[in-house]
């Protein structure tokens, strides 16, 4: 999961913001 927003997202992934759910 995304560190900031606690839900999971691309983030993860690919390392970018470029897919996340939520900034």
């Known amino acids: ?3 900031k927003t ?3 997202s ?3 992934v ?3 913001q ?3 759910t939520d900034f």
């Open 1 to 3: 999961t995304d560190r």
């Open 6 to 8: 606690g839900r999971t």
């Open 10 to 12: 691309t983030i993860e």
């Open 14 to 16: 690919s390392g970018l």
């Open 18 to 20: 470029t897919q996340s």
